[in-house]
């Protein structure tokens, strides 16, 4: 996994409650055995019209924000479908930093297995930043080790972050590669659980 | 992060919920953080969200470490006609290469799998309980977000991504921190015409989409009591739609009648020795929960969604809200933009909303019992000499092979197909539309599916969710209907 330390990057403001998975990438991209090549499907039906022309009004499709590295969004984002699909053509579009009020569980999770980190701040904050990001000036400094988002016009926001998700994503460590050092638990649970729960192993 | 092996196996269970009961009993080790590995028993698989997980296996040269804890279907891209014909004739390309991909990495994994035209085969949530794969106080994981459907049975069941399908595979645990306790008690006798569909979008427009974010819901009262299995699974299975990722229902009876003789639920002393230690899944009298909601049954009316999301929710004898009746602007903007997308009026009553499509499948309402009660409207219906509204195109999905097999000998297929329906073979078909059924812009859905999300049915469709009855009574009527008046 590619590990999160900071990033400076324009950011995109996206004013709505409760972006889904099926807006962030819709089912037709979900027809793939890879991970790579879905930012063409990013907010598909957001950026293209009926005819896959690009609708010139849709925020990531302005000139002004250009190589947006951050979006700012309403509350709830990521709800629906557990597809990772949405944090991997969020990333291969470019952008690997996303704030709002709230995430939807799962896509929460899948972000920290792919070095996307989803920011929560307060909602005055969010506010706040989603203004900036519609002036002038879009440049955003988000630091993980610090926990701050530093505004276009230098506001500083803290985050928090769960400690243990924070030291995967600093370090873009290998999850499954770390739970197999512990083998032998797993190898003792499955011992003990066929003594407990036969059935369980067909006994 | 080091990770500490636990001392005892199986903690003293008192003042626990249900959720505390089976988290312990599956936690392997745990770090200082608060995150766990988590062991889980069944792993359910199908085409859309694990090519990718395989592909890091084998980058990695890792095996799949239970492959006998792993079950595998053709679900999502399947196509709802021609299935005998097998894979190889299914048109769309990327469709076909998935589902042969699928084929592929399970038999060089040697997992159990139901290829598309097995009769046992079907939408995952359908087939896990029909098989008895699925049991009380187990861990269950899918790479979709409805896996939360198997909690009906008082078992753990969450959807994860493809890199945590990625992990279950090589190490059959899931790295996670623990969700808190949240419990709905729906209270008192549901009425006539208001389904297990009808409480679960209730409880969604009581808590809101992200009401239930962070926990794990245990539906509890004599409402949910009443539920046979079937209807346990559609409340179950609509928890994501409040945020949560898995929500329970405390085995009972019903749970375990359901389950006797199932392919693989355990038989002769296996069975007793399963059954005494599913008898001790319930919460503790005295367990407590981080949060308490209660809704009355009796209270309810059958409902249907006017908007985007599922907490978008009215009672079929109501009207489209007005936007500026929300509080919150945000909420507001939302309505604005839901009411544009689906063409309504604010103040109309929901019953004006003219139909173009009805759907009757998905894994939230496409087992035996929501045929039957589909069938019931459908065939009073034609008793009246009245058939599917004539500008209306009306399709069933059954969710599997052998629930469609059922149907078929119970004459089902011939109600439905007397009155206009189009009878389909298994799969989650126009729920998503990721196969060929799917809505065309603006056309109009009554769905019995889960999400109203702009697009899902297809772009620009417009879907409201109901039950099968009234999706039923939607299809004779040609818009959105009290199926009261059918019943």
Known sequence: MRPFTRLDAPVAPLPLANIDTDQIIPKQFLK???????????????????EGKAKPDFVLNRPEYKGAGVLVCGDNFGCGSSREHAPWALLDFGISCVISTSFADIFYNNCFQNGLLPVVLKAHEVQALMEEAKGGNHLVSVDLEAQTVVSPSGQTFAFEIDPTRKHKMLNGLDAIGETLQAAKSIDVYEMKRAIAHPWLEGA | MPFRPLASYMPPMTGK???????????VAEADGGEAILYIDLHLIHEVTTPQAFAGLRAANRPVRRPDRTLAVADHNVPTEGQALGVGAVADEEARLQLQTLERNVKDAGIEFFPMGDIRNGIVHVVGPEQGRTQPGMTIVCGD????????????????????????????????????????????TAPAGVTAKDLALAVIGEIGTAGGTGYVIEYAGEAVRALSMEGRMTLCNLTIEAGARAGLVAPDQTTFDYMRGRPATPKGGGWE????????LFSDADAVFDREVRLDAAALTPVVTWGTSPEDVVGVDGRVPDPASFASPGKRASAE???????????QPITSAKIDRVFIGSCTNSRIEDLRAAAKVVQKALDAGRRVAPHVRAMVVPGSGLVRHQAEEEGLDD??????????????????????????????CASTSNRNFEGRQGRGGRTHLMSPEMAAAAAIAGHIADVREFL
Not at chain 2, 337 to 347: I, P
Request: with cysteine; hydrophobic share 40%.
């Open chain 2, 337 to 347: 933009r839901a009411l544009e997308y689906m063409g309504l009026v604010a103040g």
């Open chain 2, 415 to 444: 109600i439905f197909t007397a009155a206009g329906f189009d009878w389909r073979e298994p799969g989650c078909s126009m729920c998503l539309g990721m196969n060929p059924d799917r809505l065309a812009p603006g056309e109009r």
């Open chain 1, 32 to 50: 793939t055995v890879d991970r790579a090549g879905l930012a063409k499907g990013l907010f598909y039906d957001l950026r293209f019209d009926g």
């Open chain 2, 273 to 280: 020795m399963a059954l005494s230690y599913w008898k001790t």
């Open chain 2, 145 to 188: 977000s409805h896996t939360s459907t198997h909690g009906a049975f008082g078992a753990l069941a969450q959807g994860i991504g493809t890199s945590e399908v990625e992990h279950v595979l090589a190490t059959q645990t899931l790295r996670q921190s623990k969700s808190k306790n949240l419990r709905v008690t729906i209270d008192g």
């Open chain 2, 17 to 27: 919920t249900l959720y505390d009961k089976i988290w312990d009993a599956h936690v």
